[in-house]
């Protein structure tokens, strides 16, 4: 049962543009939802994280948002750099930041100069 | 070391046979934790140690898969009997209790 649903798969934007990036969960226990940004070869890192209380976090050029309602949470990567092309995982957890997190399938991310 | 410090980072092996996997925490972390992510796919939980007990086994995907971590700091993912199925990148991750995920380069797993 896949509990974090992403899309889409991938994209392709020019530099300057904005980057969105769709997750829907079903766990209504979910109460940390982070975002991670992976390079080819190297683990995930964690980018920005939100928990449900707040409706929108920004961390310079990247926002999340999250509708509680819908059950749905988004990354928008403003001003899109070629150094952003990687993957990108939505996750979900309950309790504590620290507890076993459920990931989306990622998006694969390819920023043109 | 700086970060959490796996090995091998990579590994071939043939169908059959046991394959152990080490991850080394960042200092300090109480945490750890395995994941395996396989091909074009987002990590999978498989298991959570607190300390030197497994708090969490939900994810360990048969019997064939076991983990410990008999000082609470370094641990080991045996694997018996390997199946082609399971080839994938093992990744360790450690945290300060209920802090932050910081995840190794992992360990790529390739059964023949």
């Known amino acids: 049962q896949q509990q974090v649903k992403q899309s889409p798969q991938s994209l392709i934007v020019q530099k300057g543009g904005i980057s969105i990036i769709n997750c829907a969960y079903e766990?209504?226990?979910?109460?940390?939802f982070p975002w991670y940004q992976q390079f080819p070869g190297k683990g995930p890192a964690l980018l920005i994280a939100?928990?449900?209380?707040?409706s929108e976090k920004k961390e310079g050029r990247f926002t999340i948002s999250f509708n509680k309602s819908a059950k749905q949470f988004s990354l928008h990567i403003m001003d899109s750099q070629p150094g952003d092309s990687a993957t990108y995982f939505c996750a979900a957890s309950t309790g504590a930041a620290g507890n076993k997190l459920t990931f989306g399938g990622g998006t694969r991310v390819l920023v043109k100069p | 070391g700086a970060g959490v410090s796996q090995t091998p980072s990579n590994k071939v092996t043939e169908k059959g046979k046991y394959v152990e996997l080490r991850c080394d925490p960042i200092?300090?972390?109480?945490?750890l934790y395995w994941y395996r992510q396989s091909l074009g796919q987002g990590p999978e939980f498989l298991i959570y140690?607190?300390?030197?007990?497994?708090?969490?086994d939900s994810g360990l995907p048969n019997d064939r898969f076991f983990a410990v971590r008999p000082e609470g700091s370094v641990s080991t993912l045996k694997i018996q009997r390997t199946e082609r199925g399971d080839s994938a990148v093992y990744l360790c991750?450690?945290?300060?209790?209920?802090?932050?995920?910081?995840f190794g380069e992992g360990s790529r797993l390739t059964v023949l």
């Open positions: 140690f607190q300390g030197t007990g497994a708090a969490d």
């Open positions: 991750a450690s945290s300060r209790s209920g802090g932050e995920l910081f």
């Open positions: 766990n209504t226990a979910f109460d940390y």
């Open positions: 200092s300090g972390h109480t945490a």
């Open positions: 939100i928990r449900p209380d707040v």
